[in-house]
């Protein structure tokens, strides 16, 4: 799909609720095709995914959606779906949109290592997931699943997002890739580690979004393109030390604790080149989702034969999506990549909803018409249901909603996703505290 550039703005307001619009009541091709799930989700059983087991089973990847951040449904969903897939051996390897670098933790800690879950949680994970207690309980589960597998049995852990957590300039910590590569080479090679970390440091305050800049402040806007060039020329500088010192640094170390640290070096190169592409023509991709697709692959690679299942937000996971304004989402996302890539053995779970009940305690309800209104009127509080199910008259372009730009964010549905998951209100994990008067 060729794709004209548009600047970062775009891509920023892509964080941001999804409502689906539909002009007239859809049907459905078998009456039985509507897969019900209990209204209390916390009751649901690994028997409840039975009916979609075939369509899972032949996938190489599976993608699970949540349609909105930091919702309890899609939390509840995963967990249970991946403890049936799990326990019938039908994944070996669970990735979420978090940072890869950081995820080590979390991989190491399924595995037995005796490191503590607190610790684990606010350091292994990137963009608040380490406040979610789904997290948590799935660590733990899986932890306990492989405590008496063999090694090929056991179940792996990984974020598959950049470190760090862009675009959220509150959030962020372009630096995290960075310090697992330094945190590596001060095992392996101390002095290397130091003369590279004296050289890099000094680009440092520039790898950030300042997120109320000022006159005083400094972000990525005041680095210079000579300065962008040198950074880049020292990660090949660092790239090239790796690859002539793989045997000393494997042997100092494992071939497991090599290979993480050097797909940190790229990974700390997605985050500089992130933050250098804002407003940057010349970049003809979109870094985050490419550098996510990019340690998919790696994780694929790695895993061999085992299965794959990926957790993260819809953007990054449907097959396709697009808008009316060519210059919006200008280039393939994640899920986009993965399509192309894997054709039929990518099969994603897409997350709807008519009704949020949000942060505030203001619930958001979607308009007659949107898809997830048309969505609540096929069946019960919470179901799936598979898309080839649905009429022909469900398998279109779709309206998604309105950028704050006034543009539409638009998917085909029968591209996109293969299974509808739909909740008619998701609950929000988090609310703020009213200020005491």
Same mark, same amino acid.
């Given at each position: 799909?060729?794709?004209?550039?548009?600047?970062?703005?775009?891509?920023?307001?892509?964080?941001?609720?999804?409502?689906?619009?539909?002009?007239?009541?859809?049907?459905?091709?078998?009456?039985?095709?509507?897969?019900?799930?209990?209204?209390?989700?916390?009751?649901?059983?690994?028997?409840?995914?039975?009916?979609?087991?075939?369509?899972?089973?032949?996938?190489?990847?599976?993608?699970?959606?949540?349609?909105?951040?930091?919702?309890?449904?899609?939390?509840?969903?995963?967990?249970?779906?991946?403890?049936? #897939?799990?326990? @019938?051996?039908?994944?070996?390897? !669970? $990735?979420?949109?978090?940072? +890869?670098?950081?995820?080590?933790?979390?991989? =190491?800690?399924?595995?037995?290592?005796?490191?503590?879950?607190?610790?684990?949680?606010?350091?292994?994970?990137?963009?608040?997931?380490?406040?979610?207690?789904?997290?948590?309980?799935?660590?733990?589960?899986?932890?306990?699943?492989?405590?008496?597998?063999?090694?090929?049995?056991?179940?792996?852990?990984?974020?598959?997002?950049?470190?760090?957590?862009?675009?959220?300039?509150?959030?962020?910590?372009?630096?995290?890739?960075?310090?697992?590569?330094?945190?590596?080479?001060?095992?392996?090679?101390?002095?290397?580690?130091?003369?590279?970390?004296?050289?890099?440091?000094?680009?440092?305050?520039?790898?950030?979004?300042?997120?109320?800049?000022?006159?005083?402040?400094?972000?990525?806007?005041?680095?210079?393109?000579?300065?962008?060039?040198?950074?880049?020329? #020292?990660?090949? @500088?660092?790239?090239?030390?790796? !690859? $002539?010192?793989?045997?000393? +640094?494997?042997?100092?170390?494992?071939?497991? =604790?090599?290979?993480?640290?050097?797909?940190?070096?790229?990974?700390?190169?997605?985050?500089?080149?992130?933050?250098?592409?804002?407003?940057?023509?010349?970049?003809?991709?979109?870094?985050?989702?490419?550098?996510?697709?990019?340690?998919?692959?790696?994780?694929?690679?790695?895993?061999?034969?085992?299965?794959?299942?990926?957790?993260?937000?819809?953007?990054?996971?449907?097959?396709?999506?697009?808008?009316?304004?060519?210059?919006?989402?200008?280039?393939?996302?994640?899920?986009?990549?993965?399509?192309?890539?894997?054709?039929?053995?990518?099969?994603?779970?897409?997350?709807?909803?008519?009704?949020?009940?949000?942060?505030?305690?203001?619930?958001?309800?979607?308009?007659?018409?949107?898809?997830?209104?048309?969505?609540?009127?096929?069946?019960?509080?919470?179901?799936?249901?598979?898309?080839?199910?649905?009429?022909?008259?469900?398998?279109?372009?779709?309206?998604?909603?309105?950028?704050?730009?006034?543009?539409?964010?638009?998917?085909?549905?029968?591209?996109?996703?293969?299974?509808?998951?739909?909740?008619?209100?998701?609950?929000?994990?988090?609310?703020?505290?009213?200020?005491?008067?």
């Amino acid at each position: 799909m060729k794709r004209t550039y548009q600047p970062f703005y775009f891509v920023f307001s892509l964080i941001v609720l999804y409502s689906c619009a539909s002009p007239k009541e859809m049907k459905i091709v078998q009456k039985n095709a509507v897969i019900a799930l209990p209204d209390d989700l916390t009751e649901l059983s690994g028997d409840d995914f039975s009916p979609i087991m075939e369509s899972l089973e032949s996938a190489k990847i599976i993608g699970v959606t949540e349609c909105v951040h930091e919702m309890a449904e899609p939390f509840y969903f995963r967990n249970a779906l991946i403890k049936r #897939l799990v326990t @019938e051996q039908k994944i070996g390897a !669970i $990735a979420i949109e978090s940072g +890869f670098s950081e995820s080590r933790l979390c991989y =190491d800690f399924i595995l037995g290592k005796d490191i503590s879950l607190d610790s684990v949680m606010n350091n292994g994970f990137s963009c608040m997931f380490e406040t979610i207690d789904a997290n948590r309980e799935l660590l733990l589960w899986l932890r306990n699943y492989n405590s008496n597998k063999s090694p090929e049995e056991q179940v792996h852990f990984y974020g598959f997002d950049v470190p760090g957590c862009p675009p959220n300039p509150f959030l962020e910590d372009a630096y995290a890739g960075f310090d697992y590569v330094f945190d590596y080479l001060n095992e392996v090679n101390p002095l290397m580690s130091k003369q590279f970390q004296e050289k890099i440091d000094v680009y440092r305050k520039y790898l950030k979004i300042e997120p109320n800049p000022t006159e005083e402040t400094v972000d990525y806007q005041d680095l210079d393109s000579a300065g962008w060039e040198n950074l880049e020329h #020292l990660l090949k @500088e660092l790239e090239t030390e790796f !690859i $002539a010192n793989k045997m000393e +640094f494997v042997h100092a170390s494992s071939e497991l =604790d090599y290979q993480w640290a050097f797909r940190s070096v790229s990974n700390a190169r997605a985050n500089v080149n992130f933050l250098r592409s804002i407003g940057n023509s010349d970049y003809t991709y979109d870094v985050r989702d490419c550098g996510q697709f990019e340690n998919v692959q790696w994780i694929q690679k790695k895993e061999g034969k085992k299965r794959l299942l990926l957790f993260a937000h819809s953007v990054h996971l449907m097959k396709e999506i697009h808008s009316d304004n060519p210059a919006v989402l200008a280039h393939p996302m994640c899920g986009e990549y993965l399509g192309e890539e894997y054709g039929d053995d990518y099969v994603v779970i897409g997350n709807f909803y008519r009704k949020l009940d949000w942060l505030d305690g203001d619930p958001l309800e979607l308009e007659e018409g949107a898809l997830g209104v048309d969505l609540s009127k096929l069946g019960s509080k919470n179901y799936l249901i598979n898309v080839d199910d649905l009429s022909e008259d469900w398998k279109k372009e779709w309206f998604i909603r309105n950028l704050n730009s006034g543009d539409e964010l638009l998917t085909d549905l029968d591209k996109s996703v293969d299974i509808i998951y739909f909740n008619d209100t998701q609950t929000t994990l988090f609310r703020y505290e009213e200020d005491e008067k």
